[in-house]
């Protein structure tokens, strides 16, 4: 079987509604999962709830109710923004899920009879937003590196997992594997981090009951990282592989695993290539092929998170500038690998200039033009290449940067690519002037009908172009491009892949604004 492309996002807490900041994940990996795809690779992407948590337990007791149906209800409203925005995965996948609690506790009875957990006695500090130990050494003037508060000191007998055992594995994997994880400058502090010693971490808790039994001692419940990030081998069909490698199931999970890219935040990185590695070695599983650790998204300069309360909603954003205008601001304004920046009043800039005045008005003049001097003739690849050379010689290196910009999960590039080529067609019409040539064709000069021929057609194939490459993106701004050029929309695997430059003749429809004017909001 074919090698499936598996790209996952960092599962999400649902203790409050979901953020800009996840919904810039989420996107990020959706336009890398649509644009593989349509680069001509199979694809499988998942997302999904962290559910086992005491922040959890706390948010379903302050409304009243059990964790189970607190949890039902945020997976409803979390599943419902991301299809707003055009999230297409494949699995959404909770940690409540009963193939997850299968997978969770074989996986866990496997490392158990192995030797790499054991029980003993627990004494350190704990950040509840983290779900995570720390040092004193790790401590920032005694609070969370992360959260800027202190951790609580807790003092309980749990299970732990040898971490410690695997530190000389990893550091191999990290130094035969140099883009495990990216982008590379975030790999010297995990190394370090690996090289400093590493100490043995819990995996349960008996405090609370909100989680999945051990089954080695269902007084204990799998402590959240160890829970959570087996999440990635269960949405990809583990359980069949646990239960028969030989199964036909069994074989479609190995298609899938290893992941090609677990996408996750940067504060995140250390239990993605520390804990998540050591696991899988623990498993016997083979590790995912890389960790891109994107930035954070930052409003007004401070990191965007629930704990400081200065969210953004983006149901809400995006329902009042559009899904795609949301899309585009957040794929084309910030590059994944740096910390973002949201700016309601840069989205609508974004927005106007971009995709209304370059991509929408390129599109209505030249189909107005089209139809204005060809209006019963369907245009073909003209004979000549008078005027056209430049333009197609320059759309012919498109699909190279994309896949550049695709392999570097790099989304601004990609876009950067895109809008470059319909900069380049506004600015061959500028240098061309079809209504000069026109004017010179009515005048009875034969030459110049040819010419405007050519001209046109190079506009409306650069525009097809175009919107083959950004339906990645803007998924329904594009569509409507190919319905006003009456073609109809490409299949979406190989759509980029197979693009070749004059395949298609063109008699386009009526010309319709795709990408209103967005006014700013008054103060």
Same mark, same amino acid.
């Given at each position: 079987?074919?090698?499936?492309?598996?790209?996952?996002?960092?599962?999400?807490?649902?203790?409050?509604?979901?953020?800009?900041?996840?919904?810039?994940?989420?996107?990020?990996?959706?336009?890398?999962?649509?644009?593989?795809?349509?680069?001509?690779?199979?694809?499988?992407?998942?997302?999904?709830?962290?559910?086992?948590?005491?922040?959890?337990?706390?948010?379903?007791?302050?409304?009243?109710?059990?964790?189970?149906?607190?949890?039902?209800?945020?997976?409803?409203?979390?599943?419902?923004?991301?299809?707003?925005?055009?999230?297409?995965?494949?699995?959404?996948?909770?940690?409540?899920?009963?193939?997850?609690?299968?997978?969770?506790?074989?996986?866990?009875?496997?490392?158990?009879?192995?030797?790499?957990?054991?029980?003993?006695?627990?004494?350190?500090?704990?950040?509840?937003?983290?779900?995570?130990?720390?040092?004193?050494?790790?401590?920032?003037?005694?609070?969370?590196?992360?959260?800027?508060?202190?951790?609580?000191?807790?003092?309980?007998?749990?299970?732990?997992?040898?971490?410690?055992?695997?530190?000389?594995?990893?550091?191999?994997?990290?130094?035969?594997?140099?883009?495990?994880?990216?982008?590379?400058?975030?790999?010297?502090?995990?190394?370090?981090? @690996?090289?400093?010693?590493?100490?043995?971490?819990?995996?349960?808790?008996?405090?609370?009951?909100?989680?999945?039994?051990?089954?080695?001692?269902?007084?204990?419940?799998?402590?959240?990282?160890?829970?959570?990030?087996?999440?990635?081998?269960?949405?990809?069909?583990?359980?069949?592989?646990?239960?028969?490698?030989?199964?036909?199931?069994?074989?479609?999970?190995?298609?899938?695993?290893?992941?090609?890219?677990?996408?996750?935040?940067?504060? @995140?990185?250390?239990?993605?290539?520390?804990?998540?590695?050591?696991?899988?070695?623990?498993?016997?599983?083979?590790?995912?092929?890389?960790?891109?650790?994107?930035?954070?998204?930052?409003?007004?300069?401070?990191?965007?998170?629930?704990?400081?309360?200065?969210?953004?909603?983006?149901?809400?954003?995006?329902?009042?500038?559009?899904?795609?205008?949301?899309?585009?601001?957040?794929?084309?304004?910030?590059?994944?690998?740096?910390?973002?920046?949201?700016?309601?009043?840069?989205? @609508?800039?974004?927005?106007?200039?971009?995709?209304?005045?370059?991509?929408?008005?390129?599109?209505?003049?030249?189909?107005?033009?089209?139809?204005?001097?060809?209006?019963?003739?369907?245009?073909?690849?003209?004979?000549?290449?008078?005027?056209?050379?430049?333009?197609?010689?320059?759309?012919?290196?498109?699909?190279?940067?994309?896949?550049?910009?695709?392999?570097?999960?790099?989304?601004?590039?990609?876009?950067?690519?895109?809008?470059?080529?319909?900069?380049?067609?506004?600015?061959?019409?500028?240098?061309?002037?079809?209504?000069?040539?026109?004017?010179?064709?009515?005048?009875?000069?034969?030459?110049?009908?040819?010419?405007?021929?050519?001209?046109?057609?190079?506009?409306?194939?650069?525009?097809?172009?175009?919107?083959?490459?950004?339906?990645?993106?803007?998924?329904?701004?594009?569509?409507?491009?190919?319905?006003?050029?009456?073609?109809?929309?490409?299949?979406?695997?190989?759509?980029?892949?197979?693009?070749?430059?004059?395949?298609?003749?063109?008699?386009?429809?009526?010309?319709?604004?795709?990408?209103?004017?967005?006014?700013?909001?008054?103060?």
């Amino acid at each position: 079987m074919k090698k499936v492309d598996y790209i996952s996002t960092a599962i999400v807490y649902p203790n409050s509604r979901i953020h800009v900041g996840w919904a810039w994940e989420c996107l990020g990996a959706d336009w890398l999962n649509r644009s593989l795809r349509a680069l001509g690779h199979d694809t499988f992407f998942s997302t999904g709830m962290d559910e086992h948590s005491i922040n959890v337990q706390r948010a379903a007791e302050g409304r009243s109710l059990t964790p189970k149906a607190y949890c039902d209800a945020m997976a409803q409203d979390i599943e419902r923004v991301l299809g707003k925005i055009g999230i297409g995965y494949d699995r959404f996948i909770r940690t409540s899920d009963a193939d997850h609690h299968r997978v969770v506790q074989e996986l866990v009875k496997r490392v158990f009879e192995k030797g790499d957990i054991y029980q003993a006695k627990y004494e350190g500090h704990y950040c509840e937003s983290c779900e995570a130990f720390y040092t004193e050494k790790d401590l920032v003037n005694g609070n969370c590196p992360q959260h800027q508060k202190p951790p609580k000191w807790i003092s309980e007998e749990n299970y732990f997992f040898r971490l410690s055992k695997y530190q000389d594995k990893l550091l191999k994997h990290f130094d035969e594997n140099p883009k495990f994880l990216q982008p590379d400058y975030r790999k010297g502090e995990v190394v370090n981090f @690996i090289k400093a010693g590493l100490k043995d971490f819990s995996i349960s808790r008996s405090t609370f009951t909100w989680g999945i039994p051990l089954p080695f001692d269902p007084k204990h419940v799998v402590y959240v990282w160890f829970d959570a990030l087996i999440n990635y081998l269960t949405a990809a069909g583990v359980e069949f592989f646990l239960k028969d490698p030989k199964s036909p199931q069994a074989k479609e999970f190995e298609t899938r695993w290893p992941a090609k890219v677990h996408i996750i935040g940067k504060d @995140i990185s250390r239990f993605h290539c520390v804990y998540w590695p050591a696991m899988l070695m623990a498993m016997d599983m083979p590790l995912p092929e890389q960790v891109f650790a994107h930035g954070f998204m930052t409003i007004k300069g401070d990191r965007m998170s629930k704990s400081s309360g200065n969210v953004v909603d983006p149901e809400e954003v995006s329902g009042q500038v559009g899904a795609d205008a949301f899309r585009y601001y957040l794929l084309a304004e910030n590059q994944f690998a740096q910390d973002g920046n949201f700016a309601l009043e840069a989205l @609508i800039l974004k927005n106007n200039s971009d995709l209304a005045n370059d991509m929408g008005n390129l599109v209505n003049r030249t189909i107005s033009m089209t139809r204005k001097y060809f209006p019963d003739e369907k245009l073909q690849k003209s004979k000549t290449e008078t005027h056209s050379k430049a333009v197609r010689e320059s759309f012919e290196k498109l699909v190279g940067e994309l896949q550049t910009a695709v392999t570097e999960v790099n989304s601004q590039a990609y876009i950067t690519a895109c809008t470059a080529r319909s900069r380049l067609l506004n600015l061959y019409i500028d240098q061309t002037k079809p209504w000069a040539l026109a004017k010179r064709a009515t005048a009875g000069e034969a030459a110049a009908t040819e010419e405007l021929r050519e001209v046109l057609f190079s506009l409306l194939e650069g525009i097809r172009w175009i919107a083959t490459a950004l339906l990645p993106v803007l998924l329904n701004g594009m569509p409507e491009v190919f319905r006003q050029l009456s073609l109809s929309l490409p299949e979406e695997k190989g759509s980029i892949s197979g693009l070749r430059w004059a395949e298609h003749g063109f008699q386009p429809g009526e010309p319709k604004p795709i990408f209103p004017r967005i006014e700013l909001p008054t103060q």
